[in-house]
């Protein structure tokens, strides 16, 4: 199996580029988990996904712990899951609940389902957990700091979150958001398509490991190889972090990144040396796969 964090983007490829099958690398499998050292939300450490029991008067608690980059429908799972609710019943709870959601979300609570832990017990149900965690994106995600941020950037406070929920996907250390946040930015205002496969996935509701060239071609408003400017909602839930990286991007000329292998990722503004390192990542996903360590 390939380690999880190599990723290769062959983006905005030359006049006369020959298309092909592009082997990219999404962000899979790497989760940073949250769980509060108390039951407020913040301070958090890294520990596996889980429900925590414990005692509140007559009624017994438990934390539900929401990963940083999760989807919408990967937190609906959840909470029906810790619930103990049939499948499908938080989906139609975000439906009706009435939550307090920006105007451009359109009624649409990707993004705003902060990653955090969350206590839980007999009495919870999903519209209050919803709620909570919309509640606790509000708190993150408002401020005179964001707002300014955004603005710096030429940007609304949901397109932030949209460019943290991409960033969120594509990178793994804050050094590396802060990097695919310049080149988001950077192709934003050249008027280039990002061409993430992060969306392509969300798009197909999908994690994988290689993109096509045939799934480029999808018609949907999340396909950015066909589509410029930003995916019309956030492709899934950023944590702080990400946020932040999106509102304060490295310096750079950048417009192509490869992870060629684990903990190095290359930023280049010059096609043909990311072309090379298209080259070096393959190469290595090679020499895995044929140590047995392939996707098989």
């Known amino acids: 199996m390939i380690t999880p964090g190599y990723r290769a983007h062959m983006m905005n490829e030359p006049p006369g580029a020959r298309p092909g099958r592009r082997l990219r690398l999404t962000r899979r499998g790497r989760l940073v988990l949250l769980v509060a050292t108390t039951l407020a939300v913040g301070a958090a450490v890294l520990v596996p996904v889980l429900l925590m029991g414990g005692e509140s008067g007559d009624k017994k608690t438990s934390t539900l712990v929401i990963t940083e980059g999760r989807r919408a429908s990967q937190v609906y799972a959840s909470v029906d899951k810790a619930l103990e609710l049939p499948m499908g019943t938080t989906r139609n709870a975000a439906t009706a609940a009435r939550l307090r959601l920006p105007e451009a979300a359109k009624g649409n609570p990707e993004g705003y ?48 979150v949209t460019i943290a929920s991409i960033v969120q996907a594509e990178a793994d250390t804050p050094t590396d958001m802060a990097k695919v946040s310049r080149v988001v930015h950077n192709r934003l205002a050249l008027g280039m398509p990002l061409q993430m496969d992060s969306t392509l996935n969300y798009a197909l509701n999908r994690n994988t490991l290689d993109t096509t060239h045939a ?12 589509r410029k400017g930003l995916p019309p909602t956030p492709i899934g839930n950023p944590g702080e972090e990400a946020m932040n990286a999106a509102l304060n991007p490295s310096r750079g000329e950048w417009l192509y990144f490869v992870t060629v292998a684990e903990g190095d990722t290359r930023f280049t503004n010059n096609y043909s040396e990311h072309q090379q390192n298209v080259e070096e990542f393959n190469q290595n996903r090679a020499d895995a796969n044929g140590k047995g360590d392939g996707d098989g």
Do not use: W
């Not at 709620?131 to 707002?147: C, E, L, P």
């Not at 799934?215 to 066909?226: G, M």
């Open 113 to 160: 389902l902060f990653p955090a832990t969350y206590p839980i017990n007999s009495s919870t149900t999903p519209a209050g957990l919803l709620s909570y965690m919309v509640n606790t994106a509000n708190h993150k995600f408002t401020g005179d700091q964001i707002t300014a941020g955004s603005e710096r950037n030429g940007m609304t406070v949901y397109q932030s």
């Open 215 to 226: 799934d480029t071609k999808i018609d949907s408003p999340y396909n950015t190889y066909q």
